[in-house]
């Protein structure tokens, strides 16, 4: 009787976390929801950050319906206990693509696309000055259309610029162009490589604290193509290999305070966001960051915390895995279920972009644009939530000891074998003695399948190896314990 009761308890506890799992893709960023833009514009690609004060600074694009040449640039940002709009472009010729970029003095800088005179498409810049935006200054002038622009601010002044190129026949470019704040000296233009345009950001620019550039770009056709980086650390621009294989598009990149590059991108394959990083110094392996199936979108960028805490935010409409935008945040290779952000609001019909910004311990906000029909007009409105994240662990639990650390295996799905890695360290800065530690695998119906761990083990870091091999396809849950310890995570065995 006493077997019995042990193994219905284990079966309960395996069913009230199936429930909070199988609810887990219905969680909210219960953030309180702001309005940055609505009204009688199509509103989207906005871009966001913080400034050093933790005020939000947003730069979109807004049109009338279809009508493309109705497009200009808008900012928006916190003052005091109000918010400002300023429309950044007033000139009806077709505006679009604003990257928004805060410097260290809290300057505003925004990148954009613009017509000329001549009815092509070229690359512009202006800055926030004693409250209203300079004249544009052309980063790129005369030659063929320019195309999706990404900027970034260097802590030397400098305003670093990545585009692309689209004659009428031909093949297309992405190119890199620095311009100096200090001097208005405009760099030549750097071929990057060949890059087949998408109508969203085919390629990215950080800087890091020393100023130096880092640069992803997509190339090949406009349907996806290997994944390329450059860097100047080394004095000239160059290429730098990163170890991804397989084609790719949408890359992003940033670097955190402690100067790591982070890169972002969707496999075309698979259909997934990774990560990847060079933390060991040269870049390791990528890490899926997102389900099978759920087909991320419309993702400008993704963000970092002062603790090196990654940010990610997108948006889903496919059926099968959950519409809606989505929140994923993590560090040091683990990673948090996704959130739901927002899906969509009664009435509206259409999922369009996204941004997220960062600082501090989990401060965020994160904006997203959905679609409507008013008075026969298409029209796109942009919200936001804001707030702070508990980053105790990514599983979203609090109160869990902090001698006590359990990752999400590695990789996942997989086919036949995963690791798992988890940590034993110091409580209130003491060692931790010896402990009883059991890591045991468990299918649906809460039936122990493997023992990995069930050893007295002391303080330090551990790794232990899942053979799934004999077992079905299928969803499975791992289960750390040891004393009042106890943490499950679930992984996936797919033939």
Not at 144 to 154: F, H, L, Q, S
Not at 162 to 180: C, E, S
Not at 464 to 472: H, N, P, Q, S, V
Not at 481 to 495: A, D, I, N, P, W
Request: charged residues 15%; proline residues 4%.
């Amino acid at each position: 009787m006493i077997s019995f009761l042990r193994g219905f308890s284990l079966c309960k506890t395996l069913f009230l976390l199936l429930l909070s799992m199988s609810q887990a893709a219905a969680w909210q960023l219960n953030f309180p929801q702001d309005t940055v833009a609505y009204n009688d514009k199509f509103n989207n690609r906005q871009s966001m950050a913080f400034d050093s004060k933790g005020k939000v600074h947003i730069a979109y694009n807004g049109q009338t319906g279809t009508a493309a040449a109705t497009s200009e640039i808008y900012y928006v940002a916190e003052s005091g206990d109000s918010v400002l709009t300023i429309q950044v472009t007033n000139n009806a010729v077709d505006d679009h693509y604003p990257t928004i970029c805060v410097d260290r003095s809290d300057n505003v800088h925004i990148v954009y696309e613009v017509r000329d005179a001549s009815n092509l498409f070229q690359v512009v810049y202006t800055r926030l000055l004693n409250g209203a935006f300079t004249a544009p200054v052309f980063i790129t002038q005369g030659g063929v259309n320019k195309a999706t622009p990404y900027g970034a601010i260097g802590p030397d002044s400098v305003m670093h610029v990545v585009y692309h190129t689209y004659p009428p026949t031909g093949t297309q470019y992405a190119y890199y162009r620095k311009y100096d704040l200090r001097d208005s000296a405009l760099s030549g233009e750097q071929q990057l490589t060949e890059a087949g345009i998408t109508g969203d950001f085919d390629s990215a620019i950080a800087t890091d604290t020393a100023g130096y550039v880092h640069i992803v770009a997509k190339s090949g056709s406009a349907f996806g193509g290997l994944l390329k980086y450059f860097t100047n650390r080394s004095g000239a621009l160059v290429e730098v290999p990163t170890g991804v294989t397989g084609n790719v598009d949408y890359p992003r990149v940033l670097v955190d305070k402690r100067n790591v590059v982070h890169i972002l991108y969707r496999s075309t394959s698979a259909l997934r966001l990774y990560t990847v990083n060079n933390a060991t110094g040269v870049f390791g392996t990528p890490m899926p960051l997102t389900p099978t199936g759920q087909r991320p979108a419309g993702y400008h960028n993704f963000a970092v915390d002062d603790e090196s805490r990654l940010y990610f935010v997108y948006q889903s409409s496919s059926s099968s895995s959950g519409k809606g935008w989505y929140l994923v945040h993590g560090k040091a290779g683990s990673f948090s279920d996704t959130t739901l952000v927002s899906d969509l609001p009664p009435g509206y019909v259409t999922r369009n972009t996204s941004a997220i910004a960062a600082r501090g311990r989990g401060e965020i906000a994160v904006t997203y644009s959905p679609g409507i029909v008013r008075s026969g007009t298409a029209m796109c409105d942009i919200f936001m939530k804001r707030g702070v994240l508990s980053t105790t662990n990514v599983s979203g639990a609090t109160g869990l000891p902090s001698a006590f650390v359990l990752h999400q295996n590695y990789p996942n799905p997989f086919n036949p074998s995963t690791r798992i890695k988890f940590r034993i360290g110091d409580v209130g800065g003491q060692r931790s003695e010896v402990s009883r530690v059991m890591l045991k695998v468990y299918d649906v119906l809460g039936r122990e399948v493997a023992t990995l761990v069930d050893e007295n083990l002391s303080a330090g870091k551990y790794e232990a190896t899942f053979d799934a091999k004999g077992l079905a396809s299928g969803l499975y849950f791992y289960r750390l314990q040891s004393g009042s310890f106890v943490e499950t995570k679930k992984l996936m065995v797919l033939r």
